[in-house]
């Protein structure tokens, strides 16, 4: 019954290698993000999604692709990891905003990325 | 100036007070605001939303300053259950797709 759920919960892996994360959220949700929160805690937007169309791409390197086969879903692909991409990557979803709508973002567990 | 700014805390508080905390904003043009508190080693979760006329939920009660750009929680009767971090954020922009920003967040401690 998880609302948005993301794999792994954990990855560790060495410098140099490929790794990806999956979301998938059962709200209905037409919009959907990945959030970067660092060593210092401080949760940073990444990408958002909007059915599908990227609306957001912040200053993130571009070994980091997104890709969202359908609105339910938000994958995020990272090449050639580095000791820097350490953080907890979060995975959220929203309405789109609308009259009476509450846009607030209901968030995934997380996957902990550690590089070695 | 940062887009959401908040006191870092910590704010170390005995069961039973009433602690709050302030945040501002910096666009003026922001739609929506909101309080969400994170556990450790957890996911953010929506505590409440804040409403221009202010609006309480128990024990906590938010209010919104429009013209000050500025955000309040208020926490009544802390319980040692309270103790999380808790993030100020807002919606710059009404639209699709439009992205939370966050507060890098105020860290309570309620001890007994």
């Known amino acids: 019954d998880t609302a948005v759920s993301q794999t792994p919960k954990y990855l560790v892996t060495q410098m140099g290698n490929d790794k990806s994360i999956k979301c998938e959220q059962n709200l209905g949700h037409d919009t959907m993000y990945w959030y970067k929160q660092d060593s210092k805690k401080f949760l940073k937007i990444m990408f958002s999604?909007?059915?599908?169309?990227?609306?957001i791409n912040e200053t993130v390197p571009n070994r980091f692709s997104p890709k969202s086969p359908d609105k339910a879903h938000l994958n995020l692909h990272i090449n050639s990891l580095e000791l820097g991409d350490s953080a907890v990557y979060f995975c959220a979803s929203s309405q789109v905003p609308g009259k009476g709508v509450n846009t607030e973002a209901f968030f995934g567990q997380g996957t902990r990325l550690t590089v070695v | 100036r940062k887009e959401v700014e908040q006191d870092p805390g910590p704010f170390n508080v005995p069961e039973g007070a009433t602690v709050a905390f302030n945040c501002t904003y910096s666009n003026s043009a922001s739609q929506s605001f909101f309080w969400y508190r994170q556990d450790c080693r957890k996911e953010p979760k929506l505590l409440m939303s804040?409403?221009?006329s202010g609006n309480e939920d128990g024990r906590f009660t938010a209010q919104l300053n429009r013209a000050s750009q500025y955000i309040s929680l208020l926490i009544r009767d802390s319980k040692l259950s309270d103790s999380a971090t808790y993030l100020c954020v807002v919606n710059p922009y009404n639209q699709a797709g439009t992205a939370l920003i966050f507060g890098k967040g105020t860290t309570l401690s309620v001890s007994s």
């Open positions: 804040v409403y221009s």
């Open positions: 999604y909007n059915n599908k169309e990227l609306i």
